[in-house]
């Protein structure tokens, strides 16, 4: 009864302002507990997942729609096309959707919409109660409410970028100096072992070469490629 009084003092913008704000409260309070006792889901920034790239777009500037069916691959062009394209490794396609990840600072996400509805109604409903002009409380309100939006996009942002520090990916190895442990045959014609310390990491990696000649135990080798599990490496 005396809910009902109180409901029925409050003027249109203030009810409208409390229908926004006690549901988003409470969802703001349930993620809050659930991310407390860790039973959210945590998403975190896989390397191997080029789901956010477009690659049916535009890709170095050749179109997806393009007929390449008169380029002749072995002449100038078509080889250059060729080594263009094959250049173009898994790890780039790594590096970009890392790029993406880190870089682009995701402002709408459900926990930045949250705190922005309750930051909003809660403080246009603080300013109205203060006598404050309602367009001008909501304008403030609204100003709140994106500033902690972004508070909260950097805090996922960075709290990603965290996780993913010293979390050791095959591409970290690319362009490193590696010791050979067993010889590695020529021309991929088997496979060898490399070691290689990354990230104070002290790792034994399976290794092949395009190299002519066997590379023995001892050699310095650089790691220029990574197919599948194994690195691909050259004498250094």
């Known amino acids: 009864m005396i809910m009902a009084e109180w409901w029925d003092t409050l003027l249109t913008i203030e009810k ?5 704000a006690v549901p988003s409260t409470i969802i703001l309070v349930l993620q809050t507990i659930v991310l407390l006792f860790g039973a959210d ?18 890709y170095c500037g050749l179109h997806h729609g393009m007929d390449f069916s008169d380029i002749d691959i072995n002449s100038d062009m078509g080889g250059h096309l060729q080594e263009h394209m094959n250049g173009h490794t898994h790890g780039d396609l790594e590096d970009m959707a890392n790029l993406q990840d880190f870089d682009t600072l995701r402002l709408f996400t459900v926990q930045g919409l949250v705190g922005f509805f309750t930051t909003f109604s809660w ?3 603080a300013g109205i109660s203060q006598g404050v002009a309602h367009w001008t409380a909501m304008l403030i309100g609204f100003i709140l409410g994106i500033i902690l939006m972004y508070v909260v996009a950097v805090i996922i942002k960075y709290s990603r970028r965290l996780a993913e520090d010293g979390t050791f ?5 690319l362009g490193q100096t590696a010791t050979v442990y067993l010889p590695i045959p020529p021309e991929r014609q088997g496979q060898g072992k490399v070691n290689i310390t990354v990230h104070n990491r ?3 990696l399976t290794a092949v ?5 066997t590379i023995k135990t ?3 080798v650089r790691i220029t490629d990574i197919i599948n599990d194994s690195v691909v490496v050259e004498i250094d």
């Open 16 to 20: 409208i302002l409390y229908c926004i």
């Open 41 to 58: 889901d945590h998403e975190g920034i896989n390397p191997s997942d080029t789901s956010g790239l477009d690659l049916d777009t535009d």
């Open 123 to 125: 403080a246009s409903i």
């Open 169 to 173: 990916h095959l591409k970290d190895t």
């Open 202 to 204: 002290f790792l034994e």
């Open 209 to 213: 070469t395009n190299e002519h000649r």
């Open 218 to 220: 001892g050699e310095s």
